[in-house]
């Protein structure tokens, strides 16, 4: 139908006899639908805005009624968090910690394993190779977080319990490195980004001067891709940050300064499942407390992504 | 006449550099980096395979009819997902009718309309950011304004609305991506055939960027039939032993939306409530429901990269 109808709009108020007299009423009806077909598809894009706006909105309103009690000071000095206790404290600090430790945790899995898997999709691998293999990181990319989180509770952990006697059956270790695993396929198509986008003059020059591969790779792609590939890097951390079901399952509910990663600790995400699990009343200072620790997780992810944006922007202009 | 002079360096000793045991080297290493490439990737695939084979041991023998025709209980062997894919399904249509429609939108704007502005740069950004924020946190936006704010309720409506906000930047980037990939003269045709703007987007652009578009509504759906903590986050009950009212009725209008307002439970909550119960055979339940899970997501993607390698073997 859609060739027809444009025809239609030519040949429709035509004349036999070489001119066309183009009916006015279409023509003012096909610009007010065109007007109006702007102004919605703007309303769609517009909406989005509206949806930060919403998330900033619902978690600073929120945290305002949590500050009005609890001192920010406390808040981020405070070494202990038991909301829910008798004698309440709210030290986002040990949260903060069990988050950090597994997301480095995650992270240093995923960076040497992403940067040689990236170095070899760029540099290695020929075109049937990765037919293969970049499908393949889209189905890991694809695995339900819950699934992972199964996997790390149930198989990963009593697996490295073998290994590690010491290791608690709640533990940052094993979800870490699962995370690690599941931030893998973003950290690569993220770095091998930034190292096609390394011009090919720079590659020829380097073989021309007799660098091998592996040369090239580590002296002049790397180089070359750095802010990328450091973006890569802080990308994957921000969505090990953000990274709910795993740590929910498998890290624990304790929360605690997160020392030792053979035991669990209750990450910033983890802790917000836990509370919205229970049948708090809305309004008390238990359930305040979730948007308080939301807003210190959104702030943390926003700027690794702002920080990591800045980056790819770099390299974006560089070449 | 002069002696010759002469040449520089000549008197001055080359290192004598043995070039074939350079290339040797080279070539060594460049050897070995591919055997560690190779074995990284293997570690990956090892990683997966061991997932779905850890899923099939664990649950596929508890995969049977009565598992999806039993509602949850409280003895493991009894309990099915009747009520959570139900729930999976109804809360995936509420949020494919939302999001698709959204995004493609959204997404046409940005890449046919949006001049070169401060309020489009804004725009732009802003999806971008979007597509980076954790998911718990949309979890969080819903519970603040559908349900406290808003008074939805925690019913199917607002995980569809929640989701459909979570998967928008997907759709937007996949539209755009395959509006962009439209040769120019798909577009100079249609504007000399008469068309105008909008036309040339509704008879043209749409029809031609379809199948970008689908692979990225398939990649957003199985990003969200996967979905937890967002749900979660509303205080979506884990414990549903009944259906919602159905979407066809007997009698007149035969179509009725109440369910949209019914509590509900969709499969990954339901994962989660067996995986945290202590007794094994819950367990047991959980792996065949994440298998279940498992298969969904893998097959949607699959489906996807198929459309994609179709989309590039035919340009």
Known sequence: MSAGTSARIVAEGGKIGGRFAIDPGFLRRRRIVGFIMQG???????????????????????????????????????????????????????LISGTLMS??????????????????????????????????????????????????????????????????????????????????????????????????????????????????ALRVIIPGAFSGVTAAYILGMSRAVGETMVVAIAAGQQAKIAWNPLEGAATITAYIVQIS????????????????????????????NIVAFWLRRKYREVY | MTAPLPLRGAEVALPKIDDRALIRYAKRSDGRFA?????????????????????????????????????????????????????????????????????????????EYAGKNLLNNIIEINVMNLAGVPSIIYGLLALGLFVQTFRLGQTILVAGMTLALLILPIIIVATREA??????????????????????????????????????????????????????????????????????????????????????TVMPIQMFNWISRPQAGFHINAAATGLILLVMTLLMNGIAIWLRYKIRAKS
């Open chain 1, 40 to 94: 919605v598809l703007f309303a769609a894009a517009a909406l989005s805005v509206l949806v930060t706006v919403g998330i900033v909105y619902v978690l600073l309103s929120e945290s305002v009624s949590f500050f009005a009690e609890i001192s920010i000071v406390d808040f981020f000095t405070d070494t202990q968090w038991t909301p829910v206790f008798e004698n309440p404290r709210f030290g986002i600090i040990t």
């Open chain 1, 103 to 216: 997301s480095l945790i995650a992270l240093l899995v995923a960076m040497p394993l992403g940067t040689i898997l990236a170095i070899y999709l760029s540099e290695y691998a020929n075109a049937s190779l990765r037919e293969i293999i970049k499908p393949f990181l889209e189905l890991l990319a694809g695995v339900p977080t819950v699934a992972f989180g199964y996997f790390a509770l149930l198989f990963a952990t009593p697996l490295f319990q073998i290994f590690l006697p010491n290791l608690s059956t709640f533990n940052l270790l094993v979800p870490g490195i699962v995370m690690g695993i599941m931030i893998l396929p973003y950290i690569v198509s993220v770095s091998e980004d930034a190292m096609r986008a390394v011009p090919a003059t720079l590659r020829e020059g380097a073989y021309a001067l007799g660098f091998s591969k592996l040369q090239t």
């Open chain 1, 277 to 304: 699990l229970g049948d708090l009343p809305h309004g008390s200072l238990a359930y305040l407390t979730i948007f308080a620790a939301g807003l210190t997780l959104f702030v943390m992810t926003l700027v690794f």
């Open chain 2, 35 to 111: 055997v560690i490439g190779i074995a990284v990737l293997l570690i990956s695939m090892v990683v997966l395979l061991s997932m779905i084979v850890d899923f099939m041991v664990d649950g596929l023998a508890r995969i049977d009819y009565s598992f999806f025709v039993n509602f949850p209980s409280r003895r493991p062997e009894q309990a099915g997902i009747l009520s959570a894919w139900v729930g999976s399904t109804l809360v995936m249509v509420t949020t494919a009718l939302l999001a698709v429609p959204l995004g493609v939108a959204a997404g046409v704007y940005l890449e």
């Open chain 2, 179 to 264: 509006i962009r990939s439209i040769p120019l003269e798909t577009r100079e045709a249609a504007y000399g055939l008469g068309a105008d703007k909008w036309q040339t987007i509704w008879m043209y652009l749409l029809p031609a960027a379809r199948p970008g578009i689908l692979t990225g509504a398939i990649v957003g759906m199985s990003r969200a039939i996967g979905e937890t903590a967002p749900i979660i986050t509303i205080g979506a009950l884990t414990f549903i032993a009944f259906l919602p009212p159905p979407p066809v009725g007997l009698e007149f209008p035969f179509i009725n939306f109440q369910w949209l307002n019914s509590p509900f």
